[in-house]
């Protein structure tokens, strides 16, 4: 229902401003304006509701206890990530992931402690929008998603699409116990960026630009796995005295 | 504070030297331990006191960075608009922002291991990737690159990537559209106002 309802407003907010001329002049973001109110939109509800609810959590929950919650999720997460990691042909990747899985499922008491990583097998990150990245299907324009926040038109129909499908929670068959999950879920993940979201209103002159740059350079990286190749521009010539030149 | 002044002057001095002929891995391997040797002993620091913070960052760190080839690579195209004298004041600026911005996050510094990945150097190159990860127990570790150019005084980073994100190139559409809107001098302008209104307060803010 939430889903239906997100995309509802999804929908409704790019059909009303698809018509819309934007000035950003950002050629991954064509919908700026639409974004803009958004992005000001999930700043509001941000500091109204969820970062303070995030605050408290931190505040009163023991730092032990956070990890564990944490570690409990991005366990059950990595199913999925090793389901991502073969579609890529990483058969190796999505093996550790599973190993990952059943070694923290067991010893790691239902995944509140995280063994795997000492083990020497690495947490990774993947969904189904890299996993066509991979394929080679590019980003599409930048959306910014209400209450999740920033995306592009490739992971956003991902996310709702496949990955939501993907995901453990989804399949917990009674509906509240489902839904505190995916709150305690979210609150769990607002937590652990305060200290981003702290760093990126003191150093972005523009935060809406500032988080837009860096939500695309690091879908890029990521879906080449922290190795993308270097993009034509300016960072490849010399120092100075050299134009900018276009990106495709 | 004047002799104080003398001794970090000198050691600057002294890490410029020993910089010369180390070679790029090797450089940030030591600036890394010098740093997190210091903050593991110094109570002040890890407390979040922001002057020894910054005297350390400047006596340690900024030495090993090439600020006007990263204000350059972040205005990106507007660069070769500017003229000398603002071209010195986009540098001042925006050294004064990163400087500000990314040197509280060294208080917050907790066990991190810091790995090197094996360095790719073919003899002769002059710009080459340091590529190392952060680790901390429990949690996912967090690639940092940087990106290093060798000048005549060592070598010296010219960009930070963090988890994919780099932090000059981040401010690349900003800069563009303050220099479209109010010309380079706007830009100037919007960098030192921002950099005023993260002047530290009579109260400190809460971490």
């Given at each position: 229902?939430l889903r239906?309802l997100?995309?509802l407003l999804l929908?409704?907010a790019?059909?009303?401003v698809a018509?819309c001329?934007?000035?950003?002049?950002?050629?991954?973001d064509?919908l700026?304006g639409y974004?803009?109110a958004m992005?000001?939109f999930?700043?509001?509800?941000d500091?109204a509701?969820i970062k303070?609810?995030a605050?408290?959590y931190k505040a009163?929950?023991?730092?032990?206890?956070?990890?564990?919650?944490s570690?409990?999720?991005?366990?059950l997460g990595?199913?999925?990530?090793?389901?991502n990691?073969?579609?890529?042909g990483k058969l190796?990747?999505?093996?550790?992931?599973f190993?990952?899985?059943?070694?923290?499922?067991t010893?790691?008491v239902?995944?509140?402690f995280?063994v795997?990583?000492?083990?020497?097998?690495d947490?990774?990150n993947e969904d189904?929008g890299?996993t066509?990245?991979?394929?080679?299907?590019?980003?599409?324009a930048y959306?910014?998603l209400p209450?999740l926040?920033?995306?592009?038109?490739?992971?956003?129909?991902s996310?709702?699409?496949?990955d939501w499908?993907?995901?453990?929670?989804w399949?917990v068959g009674?509906v509240?116990?489902r839904n505190?999950?995916?709150g305690?879920?979210?609150?769990?993940?607002?937590?652990?960026?305060?200290d981003?979201s702290?760093?990126a209103e003191?150093?972005?002159?523009?935060q809406?630009?500032?988080?837009?740059?860096?939500?695309?350079?690091?879908?890029?990286s990521?879906?080449y796995?922290?190795?993308?190749p270097?993009?034509?521009?300016p960072?490849e010539g010399?120092?100075?005295?050299e134009p900018?030149k276009q990106?495709? | 504070?004047?002799r104080?002044?003398?001794a970090l002057?000198?050691?600057l001095?002294?890490a410029a030297?020993?910089a010369q002929d180390?070679?790029?891995?090797?450089?940030?391997?030591?600036?890394?331990d010098e740093v997190?040797?210091?903050?593991k002993?110094?109570k002040?620091?890890k407390a979040?006191?922001?002057?020894?913070?910054?005297?350390l960052?400047e006596?340690k760190?900024?030495?090993?960075?090439n600020?006007?080839?990263?204000?350059a690579?972040?205005?990106?195209?507007g660069?070769?608009?500017a003229n000398?004298a603002q071209?010195?004041?986009l540098?001042?600026?925006f050294r004064?922002l990163?400087?500000?911005?990314?040197?509280?996050a060294?208080?917050t510094y907790k066990?991190?291991?810091?790995?090197?990945?094996?360095?790719?150097?073919?003899?002769?190159?002059?710009d080459?990737?340091v590529r190392?990860q952060?680790?901390?127990?429990?949690n996912?570790?967090v690639?940092?690159d940087?990106?290093?150019?060798?000048?005549?005084s060592g070598?010296?980073?010219?960009?930070v990537?963090v988890?994919?994100v780099?932090l000059?190139?981040?401010?690349r559409d900003t800069?563009n559209?303050?220099?479209?809107?109010?010309g380079?001098d706007?830009?100037?302008k919007?960098?030192?106002s921002?950099?005023?209104?993260?002047e530290?307060?009579?109260g400190a803010?809460?971490k």
């Amino acid at each position: 229902m939430l889903r239906f309802l997100l995309g509802l407003l999804l929908l409704g907010a790019l059909g009303g401003v698809a018509g819309c001329a934007t000035t950003g002049g950002n050629p991954d973001d064509p919908l700026e304006g639409y974004n803009r109110a958004m992005f000001r939109f999930n700043d509001g509800v941000d500091k109204a509701v969820i970062k303070p609810v995030a605050q408290g959590y931190k505040a009163v929950m023991p730092e032990f206890a956070r990890t564990g919650v944490s570690n409990f999720f991005a366990n059950l997460g990595d199913l999925w990530i090793g389901v991502n990691n073969i579609l890529q042909g990483k058969l190796g990747e999505g093996a550790s992931d599973f190993g990952r899985f059943a070694l923290n499922s067991t010893v790691g008491v239902l995944g509140l402690f995280d063994v795997a990583s000492n083990a020497g097998l690495d947490k990774h990150n993947e969904d189904f929008g890299q996993t066509l990245g991979r394929w080679g299907v590019g980003s599409g324009a930048y959306v910014v998603l209400p209450i999740l926040g920033p995306s592009t038109v490739r992971d956003g129909i991902s996310l709702f699409a496949v990955d939501w499908h993907g995901d453990p929670l989804w399949h917990v068959g009674n509906v509240p116990t489902r839904n505190e999950l995916y709150g305690v879920r979210a609150v769990d993940t607002r937590a652990n960026l305060l200290d981003a979201s702290r760093l990126a209103e003191e150093a972005a002159l523009d935060q809406y630009a500032y988080v837009r740059s860096a939500y695309l350079q690091q879908r890029r990286s990521l879906v080449y796995d922290g190795n993308p190749p270097r993009e034509p521009g300016p960072a490849e010539g010399p120092a100075s005295a050299e134009p900018e030149k276009q990106r495709p | 504070m004047k002799r104080l002044l003398a001794a970090l002057s000198l050691a600057l001095f002294a890490a410029a030297a020993a910089a010369q002929d180390i070679a790029p891995d090797a450089l940030i391997k030591r600036i890394s331990d010098e740093v997190i040797d210091i903050i593991k002993s110094d109570k002040d620091i890890k407390a979040g006191n922001q002057e020894k913070i910054n005297a350390l960052v400047e006596a340690k760190v900024l030495p090993h960075f090439n600020f006007n080839r990263m204000t350059a690579l972040a205005v990106g195209r507007g660069w070769p608009k500017a003229n000398a004298a603002q071209k010195k004041a986009l540098e001042d600026e925006f050294r004064t922002l990163l400087v500000h911005t990314y040197s509280g996050a060294l208080s917050t510094y907790k066990n991190e291991v810091i790995e090197f990945k094996p360095l790719r150097m073919a003899t002769g190159d002059t710009d080459v990737t340091v590529r190392t990860q952060v680790k901390r127990p429990g949690n996912q570790p967090v690639s940092i690159d940087y990106s290093m150019e060798k000048t005549p005084s060592g070598w010296k980073v010219y960009d930070v990537v963090v988890a994919g994100v780099s932090l000059v190139t981040n401010y690349r559409d900003t800069f563009n559209a303050e220099i479209r809107d109010g010309g380079v001098d706007g830009l100037i302008k919007a960098l030192a106002s921002k950099n005023r209104s993260l002047e530290p307060q009579a109260g400190a803010k809460p971490k």
